[in-house]
T-cell receptor, first 114, second 114 residues
Framework: AQSVTQLGSHVSVSEGALVLLRCNYS??????LFWYVQYPNQGLQLLLK????ATLVKGINGFEAEFKKSETSFHLTKPSAHMSDAAEYFC????????????WGLGTSLAVNP | DAGVIQSPRHEVTEMGQEVTLRCKPI?????LFWYRQTMMRGLELLIY????????DSGMPEDRFSAKMPNASFSTLKIQPSEPRDSAVYFC????????????FGSGTRLTVV
């Protein structure tokens, strides 16, 4: 069965500092991996996705993630945090079965301090 | 495209009352998903439809919950009778079969049962 673990339910960084949100996955087949962002009182938006092409994936708003098979990780990074990055971030793995559902992590809340 | 449209945005109801949440998916998307989001359990998939047919309702918590998709442009999630533990944000998402992991989420309905 596939699963996703997000390490750290809350992360706090200073404005301008590096953002690192951790995600580890478990999958018996090559995974499709996703990061979504949820701003307050809004739905989820796709930040980026890995679908077995380049291992370094660039997304919107300056975010990127690197797929590391040996570490079963797909950590999300941004070199310099902005106040507007404060949000909830979800990592997800695509169900390898026919139904192609997303299996979600519990989310990481990112706070950005001035 | 207006995106996935959910109504109402907020619902406050008394315990025991019937609650109906509505969703209009993106035109042309053939899959529709209902999710529930709570602090304790994160994002839970309740049910999803392909071509208006329910495919997997294993996430529906109990018989008080029911979902329908009478046509490709409309779905409802009904709770009858509602209980305080049903308080959550309910999201609808739709997907195009040509982009199997391309989910678009609505802004959610925040349900409070008092």
């Amino acid at each position: 069965a596939q699963s996703v673990t997000q390490l750290g339910s809350h992360v706090s960084v200073s404005e301008g500092a590096l953002v690192l949100l951790r995600c580890n996955y478990s999958s018996s087949v090559p995974p499709y991996l996703f990061w979504y962002v949820q701003y307050p009182n809004q739905g989820l938006q796709l930040l980026l996705k890995y679908t077995s092409a380049a291992t370094l994936v660039k997304g919107i708003n300056g975010f990127e993630a690197e797929f590391k098979k040996s570490e079963t990780s797909f950590h999300l990074t941004k070199p310099s945090a902005h106040m507007s990055d404060a949000a909830e971030y979800f990592c997800a793995v695509g169900d390898a079965g026919n139904n192609r559902k997303l299996i979600w992590g519990l989310g990481t809340s990112l706070a950005v301090n001035p | 495209d207006a995106g996935v449209i959910q109504s109402p945005r907020h619902e406050v109801t008394e315990m025991g009352q019937e609650v109906t949440l509505r969703c209009k998916p993106i035109s042309g998307h053939n899959s529709l998903f209902w999710y529930r989001q709570t602090m304790m359990r994160g994002l839970e998939l309740l049910i999803y439809f392909n071509n208006n047919v329910p495919i997997d309702d294993s996430g529906m918590p109990e018989d008080r919950f029911s979902a329908k998709m009478p046509n490709a442009s409309f779905s409802t999630l009904k709770i009858q009778p509602s209980e305080p533990r049903d308080s959550a944000v309910y999201f609808c998402a739709s997907r195009d079969h040509r982009n199997i992991y391309g989910y678009t989420f609505g802004s959610g309905t925040r349900l409070t049962v008092v």
